[in-house]
């Protein structure tokens, strides 16, 4: 499912990331890779803070689409 779909306070695995080959690489660079744990601190409007690598990141609701947990 995707991150969209997580409920806050709850890490979650994540299992692979979608969208073009540039998209994935910003992703990666952010900390978005598979087999690491993403939190979800909140969410306005689709678009989402969480938290990972133990830092906290805003992403919109169309990356965040991207990444299935």
């Known amino acids: 499912m995707?991150?969209?779909m997580?409920?806050?306070d709850?890490?979650?695995e994540i299992k692979r990331i979608g969208g073009r080959e540039d998209t994935r690489k910003f992703l990666e660079n952010l900390g978005f890779?598979?087999?690491g744990f993403v939190t979800v601190?909140?969410?306005t409007g689709g678009n989402l803070i969480v938290n990972i690598r133990d830092s906290r990141v805003a992403i919109?609701?169309?990356m965040a689409n991207k990444?299935?947990?």
């Open 41 to 43: 601190i909140s969410e």
């Open 60 to 62: 919109g609701k169309d």
């Open 10 to 12: 709850a890490p979650v």
């Open 67 to 69: 990444i299935m947990v």
């Open 6 to 8: 997580v409920n806050a």
């Open 33 to 35: 890779v598979a087999g």
């Open 2 to 4: 995707p991150l969209t």
